[in-house]
């Protein structure tokens, strides 16, 4: 049974940083796509970052450049979100997703990904960001 479980979310002030933990098993985590959402009430779920696994290939969404950072760690099947540098409208709830499917889905070579490529998700972990 596939199991994706987040850690590390938590309140900060703005400019702060958190890391942000997915524990994956049950899966073959070797051949997918590993990724990073956040939904903020009212709004649709957005992909903010992905890595496909095997490569290494990553995916970020324009305004999280240069702040966050998807990383693995093969050994312990966990992926990671280092978020530096938060603002306010990091506020949301993230969640860990993986999915089988092509490395140029999972890199945004055909745009954002989209949720509905990924088939396991974990329960979320709150971030909230406040001045």
């Known amino acids: 049974q596939v199991q994706l479980v987040e850690s590390g979310g938590g309140s900060v002030q703005a400019g702060g940083s958190l890391r942000l933990s997915c524990a994956a098993s049950g899966y073959t985590y070797s051949s997918a796509c590993m990724g990073w959402f956040r939904q903020a009430p009212g709004k649709e779920r957005e992909a903010v970052a992905t890595?496909?696994?095997?490569?290494?290939?990553?995916y970020y969404v324009e305004y999280v450049k240069g702040r966050f950072t998807i990383s693995q760690d093969n050994a312990k099947n966990t992926l990671y979100l280092q978020m530096n540098s938060l603002k306010i409208r990091d506020t949301a709830m993230y969640y860990c997703?993986?999915?089988?499917?092509?490395?140029?889905?999972?890199?945004?070579?055909?745009?954002?990904?989209?949720?509905?490529?990924?088939?396991?998700w974990g329960q979320g972990t709150q971030v909230t960001v406040s001045s």
């Open positions: 997703a993986a999915g089988q499917f092509s490395s140029y889905q999972c890199s945004g070579t055909f745009g954002r990904p989209s949720p509905s490529w990924f088939d396991n």
């Open positions: 890595i496909y696994v095997s490569s290494g290939i990553t």
